[in-house]
């Protein structure tokens, strides 16, 4: 079992910028890959971004790519989400999820999941 807990969401203009933690504890941090999702009122639970377990690889949704980073730090157990330049349709619940077969960008390939933290971005 791999508990999740994500902080950081918030409030904030469009243009700005936003940092989301994950961190974990249970299981091996390190056999997971770590993903982010993003879900908006009424809408499915979409790919923002993952990192393979050493860290070596990231990916990124389109809709993010040259905006957000993600990042891991093994020995803290944490995964992060920088966001810039945040636009209002950024807006929704993020989600960290923990995958040990190694990740990608749909959601049937994570094993466990976070609560959730809101974002909000205002126009």
């Known amino acids: 079992q791999v508990h999740l807990v994500e902080s950081g969401g918030g409030l904030v203009q469009a243009g700005g910028s936003v940092r989301l933690s994950c961190a974990a504890s249970?299981?091996?941090?390190?056999?997971?890959?770590m993903g982010w999702f993003r879900q908006a009122p009424g809408k499915e639970r979409l790919f923002v971004a993952f990192i393979t377990r050493s860290g070596g690889g990231t990916y990124y949704a389109d809709s993010v790519k040259g905006r957000f980073t993600i990042s891991r730090d093994n020995a803290k157990n944490t995964v992060t989400l920088q966001m810039n330049s945040l636009k209002p349709e950024d807006t929704g619940v993020y989600y960290c999820?923990?995958?040990?077969?190694?990740?990608?960008?749909?959601?049937?390939?994570?094993?466990?999941w976070g609560q959730g933290t809101q974002v909000t971005v205002s126009s």
């Open positions: 999820a923990a995958g040990l077969s190694g990740g990608g960008s749909s959601r049937y390939l994570y094993d466990y």
């Open positions: 249970g299981r091996t941090f390190s056999n997971y890959a």
